[in-house]
């Protein structure tokens, strides 16, 4: 049975991931990390990853950016795998967490659901044939509380089209303040928010007399929640360092 750490355990995607691993026999929630405390868990949780001296296998974190150098350090002295599955990282900690990773295995998506990532292959296909005649836009929706925009994975996505389009790319982020025509080399990116809209992601080829669009619509947390726990089960059999992302499970 593997032992699971939960990071920002008392949050709504920890609690949804404890839930996952207690219906999973092979999983076992040994601890949490939280800045909040104990609140009720079913394990003992810890207000700072130094604190817990017990045996554990991989680290979920869905936390926030500010717990990421704990965890680091945490995850060095160790030798635990993290699944870093927390968004919002500057420039600098993404310098970090590769850093670390070379001591360390650590797991990193911008997005956690299977889908997704069987998404982002399917645009990599597309592009490759697609790309020298087609204008590619995405659109992305979600609730009305996320802060930023575009999303992380509205990013992937425009990534993965722009490394097999096989021309220069350049984003462009929404459109009311250009008054001219599109150019070849544009990539579109628009987001919505509104409601309680989880998460949708559309992209689309747009060419002479056809067009051909992508969709992944999320209909619950759960489904983050859920890929985050399929990485910790690889992670956690994964001895070499390095970084490791959705690809892996994927193939």
């Known amino acids: 049975m593997l032992k699971i750490i939960i990071s920002g355990c008392n949050g709504h995607m920890g609690r949804v991931v404890a839930e996952l691993c207690e219906a999973d026999p092979a999983l076992e929630s040994t601890a949490g990390f939280d800045v909040l ?22 680290v979920i974190d869905f936390s926030s950016p500010a717990a990421l150098d704990g965890l680091l350090e945490f995850a060095r002295a160790r030798k635990i795998p993290l699944v870093l599955a927390t968004t919002g990282y500057s420039p600098e900690q993404v310098a970090q967490i590769g850093a670390a990773a070379l001591e360390v295995p650590i797991f990193r998506s911008a997005n956690m659901s299977l889908g997704i990532n069987v998404l982002l292959e399917l645009v990599k296909k597309a592009a490759s044939v697609l790309g020298e005649s087609c204008d590619i836009e995405i659109v992305e929706r979600h609730h009305r509380r996320k802060v930023d925009a575009p999303s992380g994975t509205a990013l992937m996505i425009a990534d993965a089209a722009a490394q097999s389009c096989g021309h220069e790319t350049e984003y462009v982020y929404e459109r009311h303040s250009t008054r001219q025509p599109r150019d070849k080399k544009e990539i579109g990116i628009s987001a919505v928010r509104g409601g309680t809209i989880v998460g949708e992601h559309e992209i689309i080829f747009a060419g002479h007399d056809e ?17 985050a726990v399929e990485a910790a089960k690889f992670i956690a059999g994964v001895e070499t360092p390095g970084l490791y992302d959705m690809s892996y499970l994927v193939k």
């Not at 405390?37 to 991989?58: K, L």
């Open 211 to 227: 067009i051909m669009e992508i969709r992944h619509t999320a209909l619950s947390r759960e489904i983050f929640a859920q890929g």
């Open 37 to 58: 405390g104990a609140a009720d868990r079913e394990f003992p949780v810890f207000t700072s990853p130094a604190q817990f001296t017990g045996e554990a296998d991989a």
